[in-house]
């Protein structure tokens, strides 16, 4: 098997400006002309063949010399709105946007695998699909992505997801078995009433004085209806009605998000915040809806592929500092996939030397560059293992 992290390591500088190239121009949402165009002319100045199967979305099926099934290795390119502070001299060229959440490095780093699991394709036993997404942040990319067939021809029988942990240093692996990420409901609740003069509030059916009463009745929920072992985070965070001072408006509408490790707790959740924003505007006489808005699934790392994963890395080339208990109370669109096939995300440290606080969707992030030919040869190592012991 090639020495993929010594390979890797000598690939640094290109990583590193291929990253960077990625970083200035930071492109949000479903929507990444520049980006895809950019990371296709990398793949193909290596001789990969590299496939839009959506607008912003790119493919990549490397065959291996020897028959055997198919890994999907992932990664995503899309930025966040979010106005970049963090004084790199490659710093976002586009006002208000930034990679604050390091899909530039997710990026670069399937490059680098997609570059050394070319060059040593004749040695694999089967094939590997690479993706590279666009809209992880809306949750919207994967599902367009598996709409346009990137989990067929070939289906993979396995896939794995490496995200940057910006908390950690470089040589730490964060991992876990059974559910890693939670799921995520974004919910705009609408609530319809009749407005008058604010001298006036019996004339009226007051939307903001139901939006309370639902506020109030969701947020009891949690420590009322739900057993405290349970992880579950509820968070209404936006509420936009009228803007004068003597005018009760006729509407009002609340948007939040739900986030929990649990299906079934997601779904007793969402059919009561539905119920609770029904009966509670009718008793104040008003009209109510729950709209999901956006939504991504648990991620459920199999635990059997996990500890494959590991035992992968014990012949890697590096000893890695390793959380096996890691979970995150944020969420990520792979669950599409992780529902659907055996997969396994886990989290590499890329936190720079000297750093107390470096945080993720923080306008000040900085990332250590070292861990991209780690994360390149890490996900090019496990993927030939894995294809190799399923052969």
């Not at 001789?47 to 839009?52: P, S």
């Not at 939006?211 to 947020?219: D, F, G, M, P």
């Not at 390793?322 to 440290?349: C, E, H, K, N, W």
Request: proline fraction near 5%.
């Amino acid at each position: 098997m090639s020495d993929y992290l010594n390979k890797a390591k000598a690939m640094q500088d290109e990583l590193s400006w291929i990253r960077r190239e990625i970083h200035k121009k930071p492109e949000v949402g479903m929507d990444l002309p520049i980006t895809t165009a950019f990371v296709m002319e990398q793949l193909e100045k290596h001789g990969l063949k590299a496939e839009r199967i959506i607008d912003s979305g790119i493919s990549v099926l490397i065959e291996g010399g020897k028959p055997g099934k198919t890994i999907l290795l992932r990664g995503d390119m899309d930025a966040l709105p979010l106005v970049e502070e963090s004084g790199e001299e490659f710093a976002s060229e586009f006002e208000g946007k930034s990679h604050g959440c390091g899909h530039d490095m997710h990026a670069t780093s399937l490059i680098g695998t997609a570059i050394l699991l070319n060059e040593n394709k004749d040695q694999l036993h089967g094939c590997v699909k690479l993706m590279w997404q666009p809209g992880e942040e809306i949750f919207e990319g994967m599902k367009a992505m598996i709409a346009a067939g990137v989990l067929e021809n070939p289906a993979p029988d396995a896939a794995l997801d490496l995200h940057v942990d910006a908390s950690s240093p470089v040589g730490v692996l964060n991992y876990s078995k059974g559910p890693f990420t939670t799921s995520a409901d974004n919910y705009l609740i609408k609530i319809k009433g009749s407005g008058c003069h604010g001298s006036m509030p019996e004339n009226s059916i007051d939307p903001l004085n139901v939006a309370v009463q639902i506020y109030n009745a969701i947020a009891s929920m949690r420590f009322r209806e739900i057993k405290g072992s349970e992880f579950l985070a509820m968070s209404i965070c936006s509420i936009s009605s009228g803007n004068s001072f003597n005018i009760i408006p006729d509407s009002v509408e609340m948007r939040g998000t739900m986030r929990t490790y649990n299906p079934a707790i997601r779904d007793y959740v969402v059919e009561r915040i539905e119920k609770i924003t029904k009966e509670v505007a009718s008793l104040y006489r008003a009209e109510g809806s729950l709209e999901i808005a956006s939504s991504a699934p648990t991620i459920a790392n199999d635990p059997e592929m996990v500890d494959k994963v590991i035992g992968y890395l014990e012949d890697f080339g590096m000893d890695f500092e390793r959380d096996p208990s890691y979970r995150l109370s944020a969420s990520d669109d792979f669950g599409y996939v992780a529902r659907t096939i055996p997969s396994v995300m886990f989290f590499i440290g890329c936190k720079p030397e000297g750093l107390e606080r470096n945080l993720l969707h923080n306008p000040k992030v900085v990332f250590d560059e070292r861990a991209l030919p780690i994360a390149s040869a890490v996900m090019a190592h496990v993927a030939t293992k894995w294809l190799e012991e399923h052969a």
